[in-house]
C-alpha cells in the first residue's frame, strides 16, 4: 500500500511559476513509476508527466518538469509560465509501469489545486 499526499498547489497569476510535490508512504518507492495527472472543472482526467525508476521522463509539455528524490521519497512536478488553461486538481500517482494510461496506477494521491488567473 502505497499513501500518496501531494502539495504546494494555489492561486497564481498567468506567467508565474509553482512547483507541486509528492510525498509518497512506501519503502519501495524507488521501484515505482509516478505520474502525474490533472483535471480541470467538467473534463476528464488528463496525463501530465511521469518518471521512471531510474528517472527517466516523459513530459508533453515543455513547459513543466518532473523529476524525484528518491531519499526524501518524493517526486515533484516544476511548473513554468503557467497560464488560466492551466487551471486544475493535480494528482499524483504510483506505478509498476511508465505510462501514460491512467488505469495502469494503483495508488493516487488526494490531489492539489492549481489555479491560474488571467
Known amino acids: 500500500q502505497v499513501q500518496l499526499v501531494e502539495s504546494g498547489g494555489g492561486l497564481v497569476q498567468a506567467g508565474d511559476s509553482l512547483t507541486l510535490s509528492c510525498a509518497a508512504t512506501?519503502?519501495?518507492?524507488?521501484?515505482?513509476?509516478m505520474g502525474w495527472f490533472r483535471q480541470a472543472p467538467g473534463k476528464e482526467r488528463e496525463f501530465v508527466a511521469v518518471?521512471?525508476?531510474?528517472g527517466g521522463t516523459y513530459v508533453p509539455e515543455s513547459r513543466f518538469t518532473v523529476s524525484r528524490d528518491n531519499a526524501r521519497n518524493t517526486v515533484y512536478l516544476q511548473m513554468n509560465s503557467l497560464k488560466p488553461e492551466d487551471t486544475a486538481r493535480y494528482y499524483c500517482?504510483?506505478?509498476?509501469?511508465?505510462?501514460?494510461?491512467?488505469?495502469?496506477?494503483?495508488?493516487w494521491g488526494q490531489g492539489t489545486q492549481v489555479t491560474v488567473s488571467s
Open positions: 512506501a519503502r519501495a518507492f524507488h521501484n515505482y513509476a
Open positions: 500517482a504510483a506505478g509498476t509501469t511508465v505510462t501514460t494510461f491512467e488505469s495502469q496506477y494503483f495508488s
Open positions: 518518471i521512471s525508476p531510474s
